[in-house]
């Protein structure tokens, strides 16, 4: 079992940058596919980006491709989510989720662990 906590979000102008990180116990976090999935108000959760158990193997939302990036590191048990040229559209709460030996993708349904997330605001 693995518990996520994210951290990172808050307030930027658009253009800005935030990078958000998520926080993984346990000891097998290394066999854990990790995604970025969020969620605007009144709208539903979205995927935005995966990575594999070793981080080998990205993807990410045609909404956010070329400006956002993942990354992890396995040894201190953390994935990252460096958003750049963000805009008021990607207002929402992001959550981090996790996949036990899984490959990484875009369902929901894939990952057995969530973050509780961290708010992510983007004024115009």
């Known amino acids: 079992q693995v518990q996520l906590v994210e951290s990172g979000g808050g307030l930027v102008q658009a253009g800005g940058s935030l990078r958000l990180s998520c926080v993984a116990s346990?000891?097998?976090?290394?066999?854990?596919?990790m995604a970025w999935f969020r969620q605007a108000p009144g709208k539903e959760r979205e995927f935005v980006s995966s990575?594999?158990?070793?981080?080998?193997?990205?993807s990410y939302a045609e909404s956010v491709k070329g400006r956002f990036t993942i990354s992890r590191d396995n040894a201190k048990n953390t994935v990252h989510l460096q958003m750049n040229s963000l805009k008021p559209e990607d207002t929402a709460v992001y959550h981090c989720?996790?996949?036990?030996?899984?490959?990484?993708?875009?369902?929901?349904?894939?990952?057995?662990?969530w973050g509780q997330g961290t708010q992510v605001t983007v004024s115009s």
């Open positions: 990575i594999s158990m070793g981080g080998g193997t990205t």
């Open positions: 346990g000891r097998t976090f290394s066999s854990y596919a």
């Open positions: 989720a996790a996949g036990f030996r899984v490959q990484p993708a875009a369902s929901q349904g894939h990952y057995g662990y």
